[in-house]
Each structure stands twice: as structure tokens, then as C-alpha cells.
């Protein structure tokens, strides 16, 4: 990956709206009246916000909402717009935006205090909270589910076994049992980026102490079903549930689900894209704002402003506990985090 200068890339790209009057402390927010005033890009500092003399949330130091990586359509700039000055009208508090470059400048501008909320991808929110950076507000919801699983499959004449009940489709027996027998083979990944095909997969087996030849990374859910019942290239495989049911899939091989055997199943660990607030923002800040982000997408425009800047239609709240697992077997994997990214 390429490393940028990720902080003069950072654009500001709305103007602050502000008080004529003082702004409140952390603890008694109290929403002003508004004018607007223009402000320089943010740039580079080694000074720790917290550090700072200027209370966060004043114009010298205002809270900063990151846009999506490389957003650059202007109803996404808009909506932001829209966001931010509900947040300056409900809080009282100065608010402006950025449009990072990358995840991994996105990452830095959070270490830097020029980023204090923002939409994180599963692994871009991973690194900031190993660092200390960000805590988990709102997991977003994905036809209602704010976290999915995967399967590691083998093929049934290779002698493997399934712990997979097939009636109720729950796992019968724990992964260190059911992952045993794949001791000494050779798995098939789908990419060194997905979380389902390769990086949760992964990190159960290091965690559970079984150790695996080299892996052959196919390129796609639906390859790794076909590189299994090709039979030759590996043993077993990650993916999501069901990959096996791919359409294309079962009209190629209409054996395919008697022959590629479901071995056991990952529970609901991934998560989709989070949203998260700066650990430098006192508790109470953040609170306040996590209260004003489910009122404001209870209102039409807010709804809309929402998923036109971040593509969500639901957040559900939580906290980093919500991740615990996620984050022990990203860990366990060994995945260099920050090579992914970007990905």
C-alpha cells in the first residue's frame, strides 16, 4: 500500500457555523443562534488534542466529522452539511467536516485530533481502537443484522466430517474439535481482505493451535466452492453461509451440496461499518451526541442527509464490548491491519 502524507490531503469542505455568543462547556451544551464563518484547512500537529489549551467544540477547536474516504459527489457534501449543522443547532457546539483521502489517513486524523466522528470500515475501526483512538457508538444494519457469520467447508470424499447439525443448522461439537481434522491441509482462501473468506477463518485456527499448509487465495466465495469439488488445488476452505448456494453454483453442479460438506459454522462475529466517536471527546460530549444522531434520523431529512453521506439506512447503538470477538480473532489471524485498509 501506498503511504500518504495523509493530513494536508484532508479538505475541509464545509464552513463552520458558529455563535455569537460563547459555546458551552462538555457538561451544559446549550444550542445558539448561527452565523457563518469560514475556516483554513485542518494541518498537520504533534500536539495531542487533549493537550490542547482551546476547548474542543469551540471555533478554535472544533469537533470534526470525517465523510466517507474520497467522497466527492456533491449530495454527499450537502448531506454532511445538513448533519453538521444539526449537530452545531442540537449541541451548540462547532462542528466542521473532512473528506480523508483513505481509511489509513482517516486512522492517522483521529491520532492527530483532526477527526472526532466518523463511518469506520470493520478493520479501520480495529486499528483505531488497538490504538487507543476511538470507541464503537452504532454498528449499521444490513437487512437488519448488524453482524454475520462464515463456514469452513470441505469435500465429503476427502473424509472430513460436518459437526453442523442439519436439521437446526447449529454447530455439535466447539471449533477446536470441529477444526482438528485440518491439521496438516491445505486451505483455499477467497483475498487477504475478506473477513469471511479469510481473516475470521484464519484467526480461529491460530487461536485454536491447529496448524495448516499454505493457503491458495482463489479470488471469490463461489471459486472456493469450485476449487473444493474440482478437488487437487485444496483441502477445505473459508466463506460466507451460504456460499454453496451461489446460483450459478447449483445449476453447474447439481451434486455440489452432497459433495461439499459443511464442517462447521462461525457464529455472528463480523460486523458492517461502525459508527464511531474520538476518545478525546469527553464522555459527556459523546453522549450528547450519540443522543442527537437517532433523534436526527428520525426526521425525513435527517434519515435522507444520513444515507446520502454514509450509505446507512439504520444504526443500531453499541459499544466496543459488541466487538470483543471480532477484534481477539482479527488478532489471532495476524493480518497486518493496516495493509488492508485500503484494500
Known amino acids: 500500500m501506498n503511504h500518504k502524507s495523509f493530513l494536508p490531503a484532508l479538505v475541509i469542505v464545509l464552513s463552520i457555523v458558529l455563535a455569537n455568543c460563547s459555546f458551552p462547556s462538555a457538561s451544559t451544551p446549550e444550542p445558539t443562534a448561527t452565523q457563518t464563518v469560514s475556516t ?24 470534526i466529522l470525517a465523510l466517507p474516504p474520497a467522497a466527492n459527489s456533491e449530495d454527499q457534501i450537502a448531506a454532511a452539511r445538513f448533519i453538521a449543522d444539526q449537530f452545531i443547532q442540537r449541541t451548540g457546539y462547532a462542528v466542521v467536516t473532512i473528506v480523508p483521502d483513505s481509511y489509513e489517513a482517516l486512522v492517522e486524523a483521529f491520532a492527530a485530533g483532526n477527526a472526532h466522528m466518523a463511518l469506520l470500515n470493520p478493520y479501520a475501526y480495529t486499528l483505531a481502537y488497538q490504538r487507543g ?14 453482524l454475520y457469520g462464515a463456514q469452513f467447508i470441505a469435500t465429503r470424499k476427502g473424509g ?12 455439535t461439537a466447539d471449533a477446536r474439535t470441529a477444526l482438528l481434522q485440518f491439521t496438516d491441509k491445505k486451505p483455499c482462501w477467497t483475498d487477504e481482505t475478506s473477513a469471511s473468506g479469510y481473516v475470521i477463518p484464519a484467526g480461529y485456527l491460530t487461536a485454536n493451535n491447529i496448524s495448516t499448509r499454505p493457503p491458495a487465495f482463489v479470488e471469490g466465495h463461489p471459486t472456493v466452492v469450485r476449487s473444493l469439488y474440482a478437488s487437487g488445488i485444496c483441502d477445505f476452505g473459508g466463506t460466507y453461509i451460504d456460499a454453496r448456494t ?44 450519540s443522543d442527537q444522531i437517532p433523534a436526527l434520523m428520525q426526521t425525513d431529512e435527517g434519515f435522507t442527509a444520513f444515507e446520502t453521506a454514509y450509505t446507512i439506512e439504520a444504526l443500531q447503538p453499541v459499544n466496543d464490548a459488541f466487538y470483543a470477538e471480532f477484534r481477539t480473532y482479527v488478532e489471532a489471524s495476524g493480518v497486518d491491519l493496516s495493509g488492508l485498509l485500503d484494500k
Do not use: C
Open 40 to 63: 483554513a484547512p485542518v494541518t498537520p500537529t504533534e500536539t495531542p488534542p487533549a493537550l490542547s489549551t482551546v476547548e474542543l467544540g469551540r471555533v478554535e477547536n472544533p469537533i
Open 246 to 289: 451461489f446460483p450459478s453454483l447449483e445449476s453447474e453442479f447439481p451434486d455440489l451440496i452432497e459433495q461439499v460438506i459443511l464442517v462447521w459454522r462461525i457464529p455472528e462475529i463480523i460486523p458492517y461499518d461502525l459508527f464511531v466517536f474520538s476518545s478525546n471527546m469527553p464522555q459527556g460530549m459523546r453522549n450528547l451526541f
Open 160 to 171: 472430513f466430517k460436518s459437526y453442523v447439525d442439519p436439521l437446526t443448522g447449529e454447530n
Open 133 to 146: 483512538l476511538v470507541h464503537a457508538a452504532f454498528a449499521t444494519l444490513n437487512d437488519g443484522d448488524n
